[in-house]
């Protein structure tokens, strides 16, 4: 079974712009969650996803939005690039039914670096 | 607010030997934790987890402890290999979201 697919892999944008980050989850998964990795933060937490629904959100500004589909794949977009936008993007999904955030498989990441 | 914390940034073992990394959590009520592995250029890879219903769970040379008294997990690594050198993660799941919260990671580093 194929894993989690994240494209692109790597990114590179300039202020002020908008990207659009793409995360494939594992067959049969339904809930696709992002996250955001920084040098030294951990990660934290964006949004989830379960059959189309945003079920949970973090705490990011609303340049960060995502959306999925009815395959499953998710979207994550944000707008208006900043500095402090550069970072690992890391997609995972899970079959987590009740949405209680076991289990998650991650994929490699897309690595943003906003100049 | 929550936090979920590690005591120590860096460790380093010798080839061979266990290793334990620990972390602390602070949500009295979390009923849920789980540890990653991540390699460098790699996305977090699942360890093992454990529910609070616990205080052990054993897998394939790891074994996870959880102290509920003093809020303390623990994951023990046995025999460690230069593949297990990574970065590792604990997370939590408390609070009315039921979504994880990470820890900022213990860099784990096998001398040969």
């Known amino acids: 079974k194929a894993g989690v697919t994240q494209t692109p892999r790597y990114l590179i944008k300039t202020r002020g712009q908008q990207v659009t980050l793409s995360c494939s989850p594992i067959s049969g998964h339904r809930s696709v969650s992002w996250y955001q990795q920084t040098p030294g933060q951990g990660l934290q937490f964006l949004f989830e996803?379960?059959?189309?629904?945003?079920?949970n959100k973090g705490n990011f500004p609303g340049r960060f939005s995502g959306r999925q589909f009815s395959n499953s794949r998710s979207e994550m977009n944000v707008s208006t690039l900043e500095l402090g936008d550069s970072a690992l993007y890391l997609c995972?999904?899970?079959?987590?039914?009740?949405?209680?955030?076991?289990?998650?498989?991650f994929g490699s990441g897309t690595q943003l670096s906003v100049l | 607010g929550e936090s979920v914390g590690l005591h120590l940034p860096t460790l380093s073992v010798q080839e061979g030997d266990n290793s334990i990394i620990n972390c602390a959590y602070s949500?009295?009520?979390?009923?849920?934790f789980i540890w990653y592995k991540q390699e460098s250029g790699k996305g977090p890879q699942f360890i093992i987890d454990i529910r609070s219903n616990m205080d052990k769970r054993q897998g394939q040379r790891v074994t996870v402890l959880l102290n509920k008294t003093v809020k303390h997990l623990s994951l023990q690594i046995a025999a460690t290999q230069p593949g297990d050198s990574a970065v590792y993660f604990c997370?939590?799941?408390?609070?009315?979201?039921?979504?994880?919260?990470f820890g900022t990671g213990t860099l784990l580093a096998v001398q040969p």
């Open positions: 996803y379960f059959s189309e629904t945003q079920r």
């Open positions: 995972a999904s899970s079959l987590d039914p009740q949405g209680k955030g076991e289990k998650l498989f």
């Open positions: 949500n009295s009520a979390s009923d849920y």
């Open positions: 997370a939590e799941r408390g609070g009315a979201t039921n979504k994880l919260i």
